[in-house]
T-cell receptor, first 114, second 115 residues
Framework: GAVVSQHPSRVICKSGTSVKIECRSL??????MFWYRQFPKQSLMLMAT?????????EQGVEKDKFLINHASLTLSTLTVTSAHPEDSSFYIC??????????FGPGTRLTVT | SQKIEQNSEALNIQEGKTATLTCNYT??????LQWYRQDPGRGPVFLLL?????KEKRKERLKVTFDTTLKQSLFHITASQPADSATYLC??????????????FGTGTKLQVIP
């Protein structure tokens, strides 16, 4: 149980275009979903916290107009990287939770902006 | 600001030995601490949670200790196997309330178990 999927697993896009990443909880309803970014050999950096039906809470330094988060249902959250640039290339990971402690992570999405 | 330190150097140990990983933190008093495993190119997988009032927690070959005075957690894998090779992350409760999921992750320690 507690499976989280992400799609796509890898994406390459041209600079200036937008990319949407989906995060789904497959066998449970997620009260909260989180979006992280991870650069090589660095830790996971929390970008935003998302609750179903409400606006996402962004961490300091994360541009909400650039990283659009939509949490339309208890099983789906999407992250759209708008007007992507090479510096946005990273490993994006979502997590979902149905309780106070344990987070269930998706497999991640490798974004490369050329 | 809060700081979480894990040994950035890889830890190489012989199969069958006990691996011990360290997580130190400063400037905070977390209500709980978590350990995760992350394989290359994958998302982390939750392993254990230990609360501030618990000294030790065990799960199969895993053991976690939490010393709030030293501001340190130790993560042990006994009878280590090559399949245990991965990066291990510690994560701390940021809210202080103990009931909210927002945590801050350390940079992780890469463990390599040599057959």
């Amino acid at each position: 149980g507690a499976v989280v999927s992400q799609h796509p697993s890898r994406v390459i896009c041209k600079s200036g275009t937008s990319v949407k990443i989906e995060c789904r909880s497959l066998d449970f309803q997620a009260t909260t979903m989180f979006w992280y970014r991870q650069f090589p050999k660095q830790s996971l950096m929390l970008m935003a916290t998302s609750n179903e039906g409400s606006k996402a809470t962004y961490e300091q330094g994360v541009e909400k107009d650039k990283f659009l988060i939509n949490h339309a249902s208890l099983t789906l959250s999407t992250l759209t990287v708008t007007s992507a640039h090479p510096e946005d290339s990273s490993f994006y990971i979502c997590s979902a939770t149905d309780g106070p402690y344990e987070q269930y992570f998706g497999p991640g999405t490798r974004l490369t902006v050329t | 600001s809060q700081k979480i330190e894990q040994n950035s150097e890889a830890l190489n140990i012989q199969e069958g030995k006990t691996a011990t990983l360290t997580c130190n933190y400063t400037n905070y008093s977390p209500a709980y601490l978590q350990w995760y495993r992350q394989d290359p190119g994958r998302g982390p997988v939750f392993l254990l949670l230990i609360r501030e009032n618990e000294k030790e927690k065990r799960k199969e070959r895993l053991k976690v200790t939490f010393d709030t005075t030293l501001k340190q957690s130790l993560f042990h894998i006994t009878a280590s196997q090559p399949a245990d090779s991965a990066t291990y992350l510690c994560a701390l409760d940021l809210s202080g309330s103990g009931g909210y999921q927002k945590v801050t992750f350390g940079t992780g320690t890469k463990l390599q178990v040599i057959p």
